[in-house]
């Protein structure tokens, strides 16, 4: 089975440009998760969706950043205009449900340079 | 606040030996608890994990976790490492199944031949 598919693997652009990170959850899975991973800050969650809305968007660190999923095979994390300290690995992941037995799967991450 | 520490930035084993890493953790009720694996590049792979139940948890790879509620642990263990161990290892906590993983900062595990 596949599994949480993430393109492109890594972006390299110039400050001030748009960035659209793409993300494919697993068949079936209803949460998708965003997350940043930095030396600094370790792993922390962005935003999480069920069912394609929006749950919790408080790890959004300001409003350069947004998240969309249009249906439920398909999200993207936009950052508008991007910032050299936007530069980290970007991992989406999905599960089938809260509860047990119901751990995330990640994806293999975007990593993203802005210079 | 919920926490997870994992005191241990980098720990160096030679092949064969046994391994403990630690994972300490700060919430008011028993969490969902996870060790998660990352190889250089590549993404989280799930261990194991620990709802309920008993408390010594077996997973992939030949390894292990006891969740030992008096001392807010949940330390991972392997009795004899192998060099395709070397990766980053994080433990997670999910407070009460609300979906959201907090990761300790990581521990890096280097393996001598």
């Known amino acids: 089975d596949a599994g949480v598919i993430q393109s492109p693997r890594h972006e390299v652009t110039e400050m001030g440009q748009e960035v659209t990170l793409r993300c494919k959850p697993i068949?079936?899975?209803?949460?998708l998760f965003w997350y940043r991973q930095t030396m600094m800050r370790g792993l922390e969650l962005l935003i999480y969706f069920n069912n394609n809305v929006p749950i919790d968007d408080s790890g959004m660190p300001e409003d350069r950043f947004s998240a969309k999923m249009p249906n439920a095979s398909f999200s993207t994390l936009k950052i508008q205009p991007s910032e050299p300290r936007d530069s980290a690995v970007y991992f989406c992941a999905s599960s089938s449900g809260t509860g047990q037995n119901q751990p995330q799967h990640f994806g293999d991450g975007t990593r993203l340079s802005i210079l | 606040a919920q926490s997870v520490t994992q005191p241990d930035i980098h720990i160096t084993v030679s092949e064969g030996a046994s391994l403990e890493l630690r994972c300490n953790y700060s919430y008011g009720a028993t969490p969902y608890l996870f060790w998660y694996v990352q190889s250089p590049g590549q993404g989280l792979q799930l261990l194991l994990k620990?709802?309920?139940?008993?408390?010594l948890v077996q997973g992939i790879k030949g390894f292990e976790a006891e969740f030992k509620r008096s001392q807010s642990s949940f330390n991972l263990r392997k009795p004899s490492v192998h060099w395709s161990d070397a990766a980053e290892y994080f433990c997670?906590?999910?407070?009460?199944?609300?979906?959201?993983?907090?990761f300790g900062a990581g521990t890096r595990l280097a393996v001598h031949p």
């Open positions: 620990y709802f309920s139940g008993d408390t």
């Open positions: 997670a906590v999910e407070p009460g199944g609300y979906n959201k993983l907090i």
């Open positions: 068949s079936g899975h209803d949460y």
